[in-house]
């Protein structure tokens, strides 16, 4: 575990590391890999919301709870899945959204890599899951851990939004100061709900034009080819 590649982020998220809650994380996860359980994502990503967007680029949060469970799906990014890997219908619903919202026709894939790196920090409560075994990593420490990043950005960064979709999210992003930031709730985009007021709720344009409010340039949401 370590954030070499998110420099940006250590002085705030270093000293987490020597805490008690980090280390009896660190010693759950030794016992998974012991025992031979995948885990995803990767090891190498456990950290890539991190590393795709710098602390001093953050304008924007979305708010996930649990990497994809599923083989080739999680890369560390919230919703997001690697090229080649068919969307998921959370995200298919996103993209239903957005293109109602902004006229954005959805893309072909689930890759969101280009809005992580035009500030878009898409993080998930829990960084890590066992294969096929959703929330299985819950209340082992992560949820300390990404409260820190929120609570990081609440008081280091000014002007962002924080996308909240869902009860979950928004219980976690209560500490966010709204004199500062920006909150967008809505419900949760899964099929089970985003009936409820995610379709039509507009995040992507309100986002849009809140940074552009904070003479901020706005997020291109078109997704590139990959």
């Known amino acids: 575990m370590t954030l070499e590649n998110a420099p940006s982020w250590q002085a705030a998220l270093l000293p987490e590391f020597e805490l008690p809650y980090m280390q009896v994380l660190k010693t759950f996860l030794r016992?998974?890999?012991e025992a031979h359980k995948v885990i995803y994502p990767h090891s190498s990503n456990w950290f890539h919301t991190l590393e795709a967007t710098p602390l001093d680029k953050v304008k924007v949060v979305i708010l996930g709870q649990d990497p994809y469970h599923q083989a080739e799906q999680a890369h560390g990014l919230c919703?997001?899945?690697l090229p080649g890997?068919?969307?998921p219908p959370s995200l298919a619903n996103i993209y239903k959204e957005l293109e109602t919202d902004l006229g954005i026709a959805p893309a072909n894939h689930g890759y969101l890599e280009s809005w992580a790196?035009?500030?878009v920090l898409l993080l998930n409560a829990v960084l890590t899951v066992e294969d096929s075994n959703a929330n299985a990593h819950q209340g082992k420490g992560w949820e300390q851990f990404t409260d820190k990043i929120i609570e990081t950005i609440n008081s280091q960064?000014?002007?962002v939004v924080f996308l909240l979709w869902g009860s979950y999210a928004q219980k976690k992003g209560?500490?966010?100061d709204v004199k500062r930031h920006c909150v967008l709730k809505?419900?949760?985009p899964s099929p089970l709900s985003a009936y409820r007021g995610f379709f039509g709720c507009q995040p992507f344009s309100k986002t849009n034009d809140y940074l552009t409010s904070?003479?901020?340039q706005a997020i291109d949401w078109a997704l590139p080819e990959v």
Do not use: L
């Open 31 to 33: 016992a998974e890999k």
């Open 79 to 81: 919703f997001s899945v």
């Open 85 to 87: 890997v068919k969307t």
């Open 117 to 119: 790196q035009q500030g």
């Open 157 to 159: 960064c000014e002007g």
């Open 174 to 176: 209560a500490m966010i």
């Open 186 to 188: 809505a419900p949760h």
């Open 214 to 216: 904070q003479a901020k």
